[in-house]
């Protein structure tokens, strides 16, 4: 594998549910990312992660909760989601965090709340 | 504040035509560009990028863009489109902030290819 995977790509989950999301970077980055794609919205920052320290939450409500327990693996942890929070969820890594780190993402997870 | 504008939703072009998909920032220091595209299901894959020196950069794919300061304009080009191009187009500007190089994307720009 190479680059940023993501699994799974597809996610169906009734509200009361819990799922987690996985994402692997093989490329020794440092900073790790998470992203909502929302329809006809731009990309949304969730959180940050840097040297599996977090960085930045983004006013992210609680039943999103992230989790880095390396420099080579996020997870984003879901419960109790609502319908509005259906969207494609993607994550990024970068070497470092400087603004010339250039971000890598991975293919995303199709996220659907019923 | 930092905000990035990219005034076409959808654009649709001819197989072979030249294209532009037209991107403005607003930023208060120098800013780090980026053009990203997102095919039908898939992430975003870099384009290319500009953090300074020659305006014109060259990407992948044969797509170039060019910063122009003055215009706040980071403008994606390419001069005949394939129809393997059809995606959206993201662009976005980049720097510090609270510690981390934070991206704020534009809202993309669809690109449709007539065979």
């Known amino acids: 594998e190479t680059g940023v ?22 490329l020794g980055h440092n900073a790790m990312y998470w992203y909502k794609q929302s329809a006809k919205k731009p990309l949304e920052l969730m ?16 039943r999103f ?5 390396n420099s080579s693996h996020l997870f984003l942890h879901l419960h109790t989601l609502q319908p509005e929070d259906s969207a494609l969820y993607l994550c990024a890594s970068s070497q470092d965090r400087g603004p010339a780190d250039t971000q890598y993402f991975g293919p995303g997870t199709r996220l659907t709340v019923l | 504040a930092q905000s ?16 532009e998909l037209r991107c403005n920032y607003s930023y208060g220091a120098t800013p780090y560009l980026f053009w990203y595209v997102q095919s039908p299901g898939q992430g975003l894959q870099l384009l290319l990028k500009y953090f300074s020196g020659d305006t014109l950069v060259q990407g ?10 003055s ?11 394939h129809w393997s191009d059809a995606a959206e187009y993201f662009c976005a500007v980049g720097g ?5 190089n934070k991206l704020i994307f534009g809202a993309g720009t669809r690109l449709a290819v007539h065979p």
């Open chain 2, 96 to 100: 510090p902030s609270g510690g981390y």
């Open chain 1, 47 to 62: 959180f940050v992660y840097s040297l599996e320290e977090r960085v930045e939450n983004n006013s992210v409500p609680s």
């Open chain 1, 5 to 26: 995977t993501q699994t799974p790509r597809h996610l169906v989950m009734g509200m009361t549910n819990k799922k987690s999301l996985k994402c692997e970077q093989h």
């Open chain 2, 4 to 19: 990035v504008t990219q005034p076409d939703i959808h654009i649709t072009v001819s197989e072979g035509a030249s294209l």
């Open chain 2, 71 to 81: 215009q706040s304009s980071f403008n994606l080009r390419k001069p005949s489109v």
């Open chain 2, 60 to 69: 992948i794919k044969g797509f170039e863009a060019e910063f122009k300061r």
């Open chain 1, 65 to 69: 909760s992230p989790e880095c327990p």
